[in-house]
């Protein structure tokens, strides 16, 4: 799941929010005279809006047209929630002229969980690579409850992503590393 | 992802879907109108009689200003809500490494720390951004040293982790019913 999506969300939910309030809180005010006793009599749609169409034929038209462009920005509203980070390839190319090279996302991401498991107290790795300012590996990994975290961390640290950085000649890579401790489950004491 | 994420997620759908779907159905309407047709799917003339012969303090049109504003509370509500973290931040040693830990699993973690304290039979804990709350089992309403205990071991476990933020503990004692 792309966490773009997430921002975006919160954007247009912050936006539809405060039109519905304004909205309702107006309308409510209204009907409370707030802005005069009479105007709260008034119908909801007053005859001179009803006929403001009536003669002027592009009305309708520009009305169908704004309505198009909120079709269209649901619908990449709607896409937005299927799309991911995730990327299937890397781009190392450095010089064109020289041709291009491109990295099979999973050979790097086995290459890593391999290397994350043979370290002690790791019960499970995971990883792939994600498009998000730039790509970046996400590797999670789960750890018995009784691991030493500093040292398994270090070890992440020095070790698996120093060779991950070497194998895409980019000492700089982005790395994001989920430690799950006590993730595997441990046996409940008993007390008799 | 968190819970909150989830459901902003599935609210951010539909809505999206509906705004597609009315929109979409809005123009075919106008369409149809332009062309002389009959209203499609929506008999909007009983829509515009209804909003003509209504006045804005009747009751009804208040209800349904008081749920637009209500609506408008609840998307509000979603959109700023943060939650609980799905993971901790770790502090940063190695430049461009982001080390987290999922907050299940500390959580997870700190439950069976506090269950390994002598005299605990059992605990569960919950991490939010600044605290962890952990609420051990006793057997017997026994030694007052087992909270130090048990707040000593998660207080270890969490500075194990090294959180970028301190984290304060919270720990209750509850007595195991025996009989």
């Known amino acids: 799941m792309s966490s773009r999506a997430n921002v975006v969300n ?21 009907s409370a005279g707030a ?31 704004g309505l198009v462009l909120i079709a269209v920005l649901a619908l990449l509203w709607l896409l937005a ?14 010089d064109a002229r020289d041709g291009y090279t491109t990295l099979h996302a999973n050979a790097l991401t086995n290459a890593v969980e391999d290397e994350a498991l043979g370290i002690p107290s790791v019960t499970s790795a995971s990883a792939n690579v994600r498009e998000h300012r730039g790509n970046h590996v996400f590797l999670r990994v ?25 194998a895409v000649a980019d000492p700089r890579f982005l790395v994001t590393i989920e430690l799950r401790p006590g993730a595997s489950k441990t046996p409940q004491r008993s007390l008799t | 992802m968190t819970a909150t994420t989830w459901v902003t997620r599935g609210v951010s759908a539909l809505l999206a879907l509906a705004l597609l779907f009315c929109s979409l159905l809005a123009v075919v309407e106008i369409a149809a109108a332009a062309l002389g047709r009959e209203p499609v799917l929506v008999h909007y003339p009983d829509w515009t ?29 979603l959109a700023l809500r943060r939650g609980k973290p799905a993971a901790l931040t770790l502090r940063n040693r190695t430049d461009g490494v982001d080390v987290t830990a999922s907050r299940r699993s500390v959580e997870k973690s700190l439950a069976a720390v506090a269950a390994r304290t002598s005299g605990v039979a ?3 804990a919950s991490v939010s951004r600044r605290t962890a709350r952990v609420e051990a089992r006793t057997v017997a309403p026994s030694d007052p040293g087992i909270r130090d205990e048990v707040e ?5 476990r969490l500075d194990s982790l090294g959180t970028e933020r301190r984290i304060r503990t919270r720990v209750a004692l509850t007595t195991k019913d025996t009989r």
């Open chain 1, 10 to 30: 919160r954007v247009v939910l912050t936006v539809l929010g405060l039109l519905l309030l304004t909205a309702g809180g107006f309308g409510l005010a209204l």
């Open chain 1, 142 to 166: 789960e750890l018995a409850d009784s691991a030493d975290i500093d040292g398994v961390r270090t070890r992440l640290e020095n070790e698996v992503v120093a060779h991950l950085r070497e």
């Open chain 2, 122 to 124: 059992g605990a569960s």
């Open chain 1, 81 to 94: 929630q299927l799309r991911t980070d995730r990327t299937t390839r890397l781009d190392l190319t450095t």
């Open chain 2, 152 to 156: 000593s071991a998660v207080r270890g």
């Open chain 2, 49 to 77: 009689d209804w909003l003509r012969t209504h006045s804005w303090n009747d009751r009804i049109v208040q209800a349904l200003l008081g749920g637009l504003v209500v609506v408008g509370l609840l998307f509000l509500l």
């Open chain 1, 35 to 65: 802005f005069g006793e009479s105007r709260a009599d008034n119908p909801v749609l007053p005859e001179q809006v009803r006929t403001f169409p009536d003669g002027r034929p592009w009305f309708w038209w520009a009305v169908a047209g």
